[in-house]
């Protein structure tokens, strides 16, 4: 506003109207920055406030100015812009591929009751696994269940449970633990991803069988042959998906290389299954066979369950060889429930493992490489013995908890109850401080293991990779065995001169010698 | 996390494994709630849980008033007692990122751990002793300052340098989220000071004055992952394995919790 007026001016109303046109005008003045005008600006601000009515409007008065002025996306012509069109495409596409999560089986309208149902109850588990704080929420873990339905309709098999969640940087994996019907599994046609494993091993097979008639090389390391299916580490088969509602894709068996390699790099899991594995030593496979390899060493180190649950078939336990260990073990019907107390004290001793431990060589089951170069074993009994490696021992399976190394001068598991303040209907939970993720609860009856987590193991120094081999060294230099050109002709001619003139000189009796053999 | 979404925010990362059991989380509405009139915060956040060896910690914090200034830090074993950690001095948080392995459990137990330096041909050994409390201390505030993160954005400076959150924020757009320089460390600017004048001049002084997230070293130390088909934006970190950050595209909703058991991923270059 302008300064001083004289009082006679002010009253007069020609003037007051040049003022206001005045300083109207200049409230419409564009900025030559920005292209803004105040008048406008101050409408556009005071319209939205008073349309969105904020508490403390004086106080928010300047994050409207501001957010008046940001530049703003020209409105189309139709609702939406294109970056929400994106948006509820993916979203859109996600959630009809759920929604076939949701729909109902054909033939299941008629409620049938079927002894072996192969899926375990999810929601039962779901919520023993809210109150023991692990797990994944209760939507997700609903959506589980229906994925897992899927997959028993679309394969034959005999069991499947949820076997965990492994995050990668770009997608997570979930995997799926199954067990096909007796025989089913060989007609299975998702064999994609087993062939190039098995091709690369009859390739290194027969490259091992060429090699046989040229001189053998020190380090000749014969293939350790991968286990039988159902056995050992092969024992069950697993499924993965990126995200519920996709197709499952079945993961390839997992070789004694695999897991050798696997023990000895870490790396992240990018979450694509044809993900090139760069480390060293160099890891036999792809992302898949990582995967794979991870999931057998963690199933074996951290699959619990309470002592008296499984027990060994009376059959099956062999007393000949004395070192033979019975592998397979059934459902105990007659398990008393051991109390929550019991179960989460410190001791460790009312929970075992149920799945076999993966010797240093790569196997459950130690397969001894003399047996393939050999036909017969020798005669010579201490020979045999003087070669013979020594078997690798593990623990035997059902062997309980507290047998477990510590780690970190600390127990390996860690128990506490899920409830401080009811303890008497807590569920007991077990965790493991050797593998961070692998969980165990058990409550009754009932208990089930679960895996979230990035797939690696703890350690408490930092990882370093495994050194590189030294440098072979070069042969030693003698003058038998260096290179030395071949002689020009000049240098033949004059040689061969030297040697008949020698003979003549040494015909010759005069005693001329003539040093000079030009 | 703020307390008063609590129960709204841990569906969210339910899909990272986090989970509270319904006791955990009705103990923590109520003493969360008790905390912010005690101790006179004007937020209180729930920061997430230290697993430890034998039993776990919880963590909250509080804030005062300015969001970038010092917040209090408080921890308990059962949600429902809270004590305060002392501030970690320089001193302490050296000696924190020496001690490894697990947290016990116990507040008042002393870590040992014996350092060997070599000073020309000579070893000398040395053992340095840290308190549990001090080293949790330690370890919050080196998460905070090494991974928190918020969207640009959410929070706004003034001209006399107070950060206040910036009330209309609308959220991110989604393809504004799947960006990592849509993400701020949020504490005092680094990298921002050492950027040439025409870099700094895109942008805008009352939204940028804190370090993306675009520039970590190394590259590729965030997981950027859409879930729910874009409904839901989670950023893990890599550095800090158990940090995850989520955000609703769209709306206002943002959070961040840690569920660890505090130590630092200095493996991540082989990992990567």
Redesign the interface.
């Known amino acids: 506003m302008s300064a001083l007026r004289s009082a006679s001016d002010l009253s007069s109303p020609r003037f007051i109207d040049s003022q206001y046109v005045d300083e109207k005008s200049f409230l419409y003045e564009t900025s030559s920055v920005t292209g803004l005008n105040l008048y406008d600006h101050l409408a556009r601000v005071l319209t939205k406030i008073l349309n969105e009515k ?1 508490q403390n409007a004086a106080d ?1 008065f ?3 100015s ?2 008046e002025k940001r530049p703003k996306p020209a409105p189309s012509s139709r609702n939406a812009s294109v ?2 069109e ?2 509820s495409k ?6 009809e591929i759920q929604e076939k999560l949701f729909s109902k089986g054909e033939g299941e309208d008629d409620i049938e009751v079927e002894d072996e149902y192969p899926i375990p109850n999810i929601m039962e588990l779901s919520f023993f ?12 873990m609903f959506r589980v269940g229906m994925a897992l339905k899927n997959l028993t309709e679309n394969h034959p098999l005999e069991h499947a449970r949820f076997w965990g ?1 492994i ?6 994996y979930l995997v799926a633990e199954v067990e096909y019907r007796e025989g089913d599994e060989e007609e299975d046609e998702d064999d994609a991803l087993e062939e190039v494993s098995e091709e690369q091993e009859r390739q290194e097979a027969e490259e091992n069988e060429e090699e046989d008639d040229t001189p053998k090389m020190v380090h000749r390391v014969s293939v350790v042959p991968r286990e039988e299916m159902r056995t050992g580490a092969n024992k069950k088969t697993y499924f993965v998906c990126n995200e519920l509602g996709k197709p499952w894709t079945r993961l390839p068996h997992v070789t004694p290389a695999q897991i050798v390699a696997a023990r000895k790099i ?3 899991f990018t979450g694509r299954l044809d993900a090139p594995i760069t480390s060293y030593p160099p890891f036999p496979g792809n992302e898949a066979n990582y995967l794979r390899a991870q999931i057998a060493r963690i199933s074996a180190g951290t699959h619990i369950s309470p002592v008296g649950f499984y027990q060994f078939d009376e059959e099956d336990v062999d007393d000949d060889d004395g070192g033979a260990l019975p592998d397979n073990f059934i459902i105990n019907t007659e398990f008393e429930p051991i109390p929550a107390r019991e179960l989460a004290s ?1 001791s460790l001793t009312s929970w075992v493992h149920h799945v076999q431990h993966i010797l240093p060589q790569g196997r459950c089951s130690w397969w001894n490489p003399k047996e393939e170069e050999e036909g017969e074993p020798d005669s010579d009994a201490e020979e045999e013995r003087a070669d013979e490696p020594q078997p690798e021992v593990g623990p035997p399976l059902l062997s309980p908890l507290s047998g477990d190394a510590d780690v ?4 390996p598991w ?1 128990t ?1 109850l ?5 303890p008497q209907f807590a569920v007991a939970v077990v ?1 493991s ?1 050797l593998w ?2 692998a969980h165990a609860f058990a409550f009754g009856k009932i208990f089930e293991n679960i895996y ?3 797939g ?1 193991k ?1 350690s ?4 370093s ?1 495994m050194q590189t081999a030294p440098v072979q060294d070069e042969y030693p230099t003698e003058p038998k065995i260096t290179e030395v050109d071949d002689p020009t002709p000049e240098e033949e001619a004059a040689a061969r001169e030297g040697q008949e003139e020698d003979d003549q000189d040494e015909q010759d009796d005069d005693g001329n010698y003539d040093d000079d053999d030009d | 996390m703020e307390s008063k979404d609590l129960n709204l925010s841990i569906e969210a990362v339910g899909s990272s494994g986090f989970i509270l059991s319904s006791e955990q989380r009705a103990a923590l509405q109520t003493s969360l709630v008790l905390l912010q009139n005690k101790q006179k915060f004007a937020n209180v956040f729930f920061w997430g849980k230290i697993i430890g060896g034998r039993e776990d910690y919880y963590i909250a914090q509080g804030i005062a008033k300015d969001y970038l200034s010092e917040r209090r830090t408080l921890y308990s074993k059962d949600c429902v007692h809270w004590g305060l950690l002392p501030r970690p001095t320089a001193d302490t948080k050296a000696k924190a990122k020496q001690i490894t392995g697990y947290f016990t459990g116990d507040p008042s137990y002393e870590s040992e751990q014996k350092i060997v330096t070599l000073v020309g041909d000579e070893e000398t050994e040395e053992i340095i002793t840290l308190k549990e409390e001090d080293r949790l201390a330690a370890v919050v505030s080196e998460i905070d300052n090494d991974v928190a993160i918020v969207p640009r954005g959410a929070f706004v400076r003034d001209p006399t340098g107070k950060t206040y959150q910036n009330r209309v924020f609308e959220g991110l757009t989604l393809s504004e989220a799947s960006q990592l320089y849509s993400y701020l460390h949020f504490r005092k600017a680094e990298k921002l000071l050492s950027k040439t004048l025409l870099q700094r001049s895109n942008l805008d002084k009352s939204l940028d004055f804190m370090d993306t997230i675009e520039e970590d070293i190394p590259r590729g130390c965030w997981s950027l992952q859409l879930e729910r088909g874009g409904g839901l934006v989670t950023l893990r970190s890599l550095l800090w394995l158990g940090y995850v950050f989520y955000h609703v595209p769209g709306t206002r909703q943002y959070g961040s919790v840690y569920f660890g058991r505090g130590d630092k991923n200095i493996d991540l270059p082989f990992m990567l």
């Open positions: 904020p928010v300047e994050d409207y501001r957010n970056a929400d994106v948006q993916t979203e859109l596409a996600l959630a696994f809210e109150q023991a704080g692990i797990g994944l929420n209760r939507e997700e969640k995050f990668g940087i770009e997608d997570n870490k790396k992240f410190s970190d001068g600390m127990s860690t506490s899920s409830s401080k303040l009811v965790r401080c961070p993720g979230i987590g990035w690696h703890y408490a120094h930092s990882f990779p």
